[in-house]
């Protein structure tokens, strides 16, 4: 009797299928937002209290600590008439209910008329918790520079 439930816990449902859209939906808004360079896009992905984890940096508590962030970045864009592209490959994803843990590769690059002014791979986890509304928000996201060759040959 206890196989017979792990079996079926295994396969993977409706539901979680349904939820895994779900979340890949907010990778693409995430992509959306840098291509549009619209930080309410980004806003709208993570969680008030939202932990952010990025290189060389303490541990930020709540999305007011580190939205700043992508608004600079983004503006500077703007202001150089530059483009900015980023690509996400997940390469694990656990869903357990209302929580999702993902591991993955992005990739990111900055162009000016057309021309790529320079490429950027890092790694990341991301943990997602899907709200009441049944929308999947960020509520921890943290990353790392990762060699070129990492994006998107690496299996691991």
Request: contains cysteine; negative net charge; aromatic residues 12%.
């Amino acid at each position: 009797m206890v196989w017979l439930l792990f079996a079926c816990d295994s396969t993977p449902s409706e539901s979680s299928e349904m939820d895994a859209s779900a979340i890949d939906q907010v990778y693409e808004l995430f992509s959306k937002a840098y291509q549009d360079l619209d930080v309410t896009l980004v806003d709208s992905i993570y969680v008030d209290d939202a932990i952010y984890l990025s290189p060389g940096d303490s541990i930020l508590f709540g999305k007011d600590q580190f939205i700043g962030t992508f608004r600079q970045m983004f503006d500077n864009s703007k202001a150089d008439s530059a483009s900015l592209d980023i690509d996400f490959s997940v390469k694990n994803r656990q869903i357990n209910n209302d929580q999702a843990v993902d591991r993955g590769y992005y990739h990111l690059q900055r162009s000016k008329s057309g021309q790529p002014q320079f490429t950027d791979v890092g790694k990341f986890i991301t943990v997602l918790k899907k709200q009441s509304n049944g929308q999947w928000k960020f509520i921890a996201d943290g990353y790392s520079q990762a060699p070129v060759e990492a994006w998107p040959s690496e299996e691991n």
